[in-house]
Each structure stands twice: as C-alpha cells, then as structure tokens.
C-alpha cells in the first residue's frame, strides 16, 4: 500500500482565527487558563494544574524560550504568566507546509481562589517547562463566636 502525505495550506491569519476559536471553546477557570483580551495577537502555552495536600503546581509548556523571556507576577488572587517568544522566520521558504509553534505575545491569568500564600509562591524554569508552586496558607482553627441579636424594640408589640 502506498504512503501518502496529504497537506493543506492555511493561511496564517486562518490559522490564528481557528485557534482563537477553539481556545474560546475550552476555556475553564483551571484546567485553561484564558489569554488576556488584548490588540495583539496571543498564543496560549499548554498548562496543567495539578493540587496536592500542601500546594498547587502549574506546569506551563514554553519549549524554546529562555527565562528572561518569561514573566510570572501575582498581585490580590490573580497569578499572570506572560513573555514573548520570537519568530525565527527562514526568508529563503519557498512554501509553507505546516504552521505548528506558536510565536508572538503570550499571557496566562489564573484565577486563585484557594486562599494561597502568595509570599511563598515559587517558579522554576527547566527543559523548556515552567513550574510555579503555590502553597497553600494552613487553615486557621477557629473558636466558635456567638452572634448577638439586635431588636428593634420600636416595632415590638406590649405584652
């Protein structure tokens, strides 16, 4: 049986369009994080989040970038993630088969709804993944509180 390659051309404004349509579509508060509305043109890196007993870990794919590209900022309950990855464009390119890394402006907002200790929250950089712990603050055990009741003595009836 003979091998085929079949391929199709997309053009990069195309390509962008479908992206940004599916990533509309998948979206979740976790498990996607959403890009920042901006004029510019973002990717959204891979990322997972994992919760353990003591922290979260985010791990967010950023092959072929260095960590000076990169930027991790968290500021009242929202952890953002962004940077750029350049193009490296090959002029010489007769015709392009297939577009697949994304390059450009990229930002990553989470949400933290947990309560975390955001002086804690460390990021880590390695073979191309970005690892961000964030440690959970340990409850505070709490002694019951009575609530007193205020009356209106105004509206009360005399008995």
Known sequence: MPN??????????RLGA???ELERDWLTSWSRPRPAVSGTSLWRPNAD????????LIKIELAGMREAEIEVTVDEGQLVVSGQ???????????VHELGINYGPFQLEFS??????????????????????????PAQPREPRRITIQV????????
């Open 4 to 13: 085929f390659i079949i391929l199709r051309r997309v053009s990069r404004n």
């Open 152 to 159: 209106d003595e105004s509206t009360l009836t005399p008995q």
């Open 49 to 56: 989040v994992h919760e353990h007993a003591d922290a979260y």
């Open 18 to 20: 479908l992206q940004r």
């Open 112 to 137: 933290l709804a947990a309560p975390l200790d955001e002086d804690a929250i460390t990021a880590r950089y390695d073979d191309g993944i970005l690892y961000i712990t964030l440690p959970k603050r």
């Open 85 to 95: 990855r350049a193009e490296q464009r090959d002029n010489d390119v007769e015709c």
